[in-house]
């Protein structure tokens, strides 16, 4: 079996960060979400992956290179624009051959992995599978909805009035069968190759489609909000460790990571808190579910359920709650007293608030 990670798009939902970084490469737990993705696509026994790239491939390659360090060989495959998931198995033709693979979006969190689905797959090998997970509101999502052995009768794309509360969330098991299905659909009405649609044209003539229920944590980062669910999330596994150097004014509470090369001095950290390697903390409250990347700088500062990426600067800036700080962005003191501030501040910005 093959994989096909998806990690082009434009993340509009992201804006300003995917103005100047992909949204796949925003840290969760002080690592990107693609990096978690890849993970658990190997923790499933894949190591062939095709990834679908667009504008930001370069920032990718950066980061991941060839795949080597996360046990995985990446070939990278460029998307000259979002066309829809089923136009992405159309340019990975030649690289998937006439393999099975798993397609996996890039930007979302499973973090107790598919591996009983995918063996499920294995077995039973259907044309296709799909992996459903059930929602409060399914009119935002594909919606499939079911027979009495988990057959897939129909896929419906953002119901109006669904019959189902089971959402697809962008984890797809595939025979060589789809590539069939995606040349014979044309694009829908927003000029895009749905994959729901050449599900569908699976289902509709007469192939073995079917569904498994995902029942573990599940989260779509193309938020801020729900990047920072996700942070929460993972720092709740957080172990313990000190590799870094913590002075004797420094008080830790609770599962606090301190990378090595990290300074923490005259500061109060309540975990699960991670220290990028690099990172200088100092006089700083850094509470609850906060995440410091690499070479950060913190002063005089109070920050909890926050997510502050490589090189940024905070100093002075009384109480930060609930904030996205984007790379090498600098937040001062301004001249005025305030109690509470929340920023979503993107890469290389420099932002002065009241002390």
Request: with cysteine.
């Amino acid at each position: 079996m093959k994989a096909l990670v998806l990690a082009g798009g434009t993340g509009t939902r992201l804006r300003p960060f995917s103005y100047s970084m992909p949204k796949q490469l925003i840290p969760v737990a002080n690592r990107p979400v693609l990096e978690h993705v890849l993970e658990s696509v190997r923790d499933l026994g894949v190591t062939e992956i095709g990834l679908i790239v667009g504008d930001h491939e370069p920032q990718i390659a950066a980061v991941l290179g060839d795949g080597g360090r996360l046990g995985v060989r990446l070939t990278y495959l460029r998307q000259d624009a979002p066309r829809g998931l089923a136009h992405t198995v159309a340019i990975a033709r030649d690289f998937l051959g006439d393999d099975d693979f798993v397609m996996y979006l890039g930007d979302n969190m499973l973090p107790e992995g598919v591996a009983d689905i995918a063996a499920d797959f294995r077995t039973g090998r259907p044309a296709a599978q799909v992996v459903v997970h059930r929602v409060a509101d399914p009119r935002a999502f594909g919606v499939a909805e079911l027979g009495p052995d988990g057959e897939v009768l129909r896929l419906v794309e953002k119901p109006a009035e669904p019959r189902s509360d089971l959402a697809l969330i962008g984890v797809y098991f595939f025979t060589p069968a789809i590539h069939e299905a995606v040349a014979a659909i044309r694009p829908s009405a927003r000029g895009e190759l749905e994959i729901t649609d050449a599900i569908q044209w699976l289902v509709e003539s007469g192939s073995d489609v079917r569904a498994r229920e995902y029942r573990g944590y599940w989260k779509d980062t193309g938020r801020v909000e729900d990047v920072l669910a996700c942070n929460r999330r993972l720092l709740d596994d957080l172990r313990h460790e000190i590799a870094g150097e913590v002075d004797e004014a420094t008080e830790l509470i609770g599962p606090v990571v301190v990378e090595a090369g990290a300074k923490v001095t005259a500061s109060l950290i309540e975990g699960p808190a991670i220290i990028g390697a690099g990172t200088v903390v100092d006089a700083a409250h850094i509470g609850p579910y906060t995440s410091l990347g690499r070479d950060c700088l913190l002063h005089a500062t109070h920050v909890d359920d926050s997510i502050i990426l490589d090189g940024a600067e905070v100093s002075g800036a009384g109480r930060l709650n609930a904030s996205l700080i984007g790379r090498a962005a600098t937040v001062n003191s301004g001249d005025r007293g305030s109690a509470h501030h929340r920023l979503i501040v993107g890469d290389h910005t420099h932002v002065e608030v009241a002390a």
